[in-house]
Nanobody, 114 residues
Framework: VQLQASGGGSVQPGGSLRVSCAAS????????MGWYRQAPGKQRELVAS???????MYAESVKGRFTISRDNAKNTLYLQMNSLKPEDTAVYYC?????????WGQGTQVTVSS
């Protein structure tokens, strides 16, 4: 499994961004996928996850602002981020578990600053 994250960038507080994670060869067999983030000097943390049934889970800090989704036809995982705050600044990584083994994308930088 290969994961390729994209869509990061710089945005002002209150703005929106959508990050994407393209999976190959296919996203269909990945029962668990998630977005993690790591800010400078901090541990990597789980932001949101989605399982094959469509059930989602969010960290308390992003509930109501972020939405995770997956498009099996496009083999892509998304994270829509609204009402962004400076504390959302981090490198965002996509993650998938296949046959009990974790796979990671390369990360995409999200910077929220005025």
């Amino acid at each position: 499994v290969q994961l390729q994250a994209s869509g990061g960038g710089s945005v002002q507080p209150g703005g929106s961004l959508r990050v994407s994670c393209a999976a190959s060869p296919t996203i269909g067999g990945l029962n668990y996928m998630g977005w993690y983030r790591q800010a400078p000097g901090k541990q990597r943390e789980l932001v949101a996850s989605i399982i094959s049934s469509g059930r989602t889970m969010y960290a308390e800090s992003v509930k109501g602002r972020f939405t995770i989704s997956r498009d099996n036809a496009k083999n892509t995982l998304y994270l829509q981020m609204n009402s962004l705050k400076p504390e959302d600044t981090a490198v965002y990584y996509c993650n998938a578990i296949s046959n009990g083994y974790p796979y990671w994308g390369q990360g995409t930088q999200v910077t929220v600053s005025s």
